[in-house]
């Protein structure tokens, strides 16, 4: 896919706010500090589009970016760490997981996962919040360049093993390195792909 245009659109603060465009729409959530917004800047070829912050929990709201006239990329509250109040913190997980089970024009929603870490709790139990209500999710491994090949493997493989405990089956899996722009080209020809294979069923 090649982006030809991206600019955002808003910022709502509840679901009922999020634009009402009918476009299809493909969301992106990590854990704080997670390189969510760096990842949205390298896919877009956009360094500024998305707002970049060394302090978690900066995305308070959900963020809808037009992408080439035609989809949406949206930008969601994450989870896990960020200093600010509980109650807080319990809001914007409200707010994220509101649009997540109830925006119909999702497509698809791409989870961010530390690829240093090792397997977090909040990321797999947020993964079987998604399998549990039928979400389609994908997950993108980030800041890849930050380890050997044979150390990220071995990091995806620890999240694959805890995840078959219950799953049968993994969601589509990407590896990214807004450093190199690993996982670019197959990140967005999967966008692509899943909007052909929409307008084709319609």
């Not at 319990?90 to 649009?99: A, I, Q, V």
Request: overall charge positive; hydrophobic content about 35%.
């Amino acid at each position: 896919m090649l982006i030809r245009s991206a600019s955002f659109v808003k910022s709502s603060a509840t679901l009922k706010q999020c634009p009402d465009s009918g476009l299809p729409e493909f969301g992106f959530i990590g854990r704080s500090n997670v390189g969510k917004s760096s990842l949205i800047n390298m896919l877009t070829g956009w360094s500024r589009l998305a707002r970049i912050s060394a302090e978690p929990g900066k995305t308070r709201t959900i963020n809808h970016y037009l992408i080439n006239s035609s989809w949406h990329l949206v930008d969601l509250p994450g989870y896990g760490y960020a200093r600010v109040p509980v109650k807080m913190r319990e809001k914007w997980l409200k707010t994220s997981r509101d649009y997540i089970t109830k925006r119909e024009t999702l497509i698809c929603l791409f989870v961010l996962i530390d690829s240093r870490l090792e397997p977090q709790r909040s990321d797999l139990e947020f993964m079987e919040f998604l399998g549990m209500n039928g979400i389609p999710f994908a997950r993108v491994f980030t800041k890849s360049d930050k380890l050997s090949g044979s150390a990220l493997r071995k990091s995806v493989q620890r999240y694959d093993s805890e995840m078959l405990k219950i799953w049968e089956t993994l969601p589509p899996t990407f590896i990214s390195s807004t450093i190199k722009r690993t996982g670019r080209e197959a990140i967005l020809n999967f966008i692509e792909e899943s909007i052909n294979n929409l307008q084709k069923g319609s």
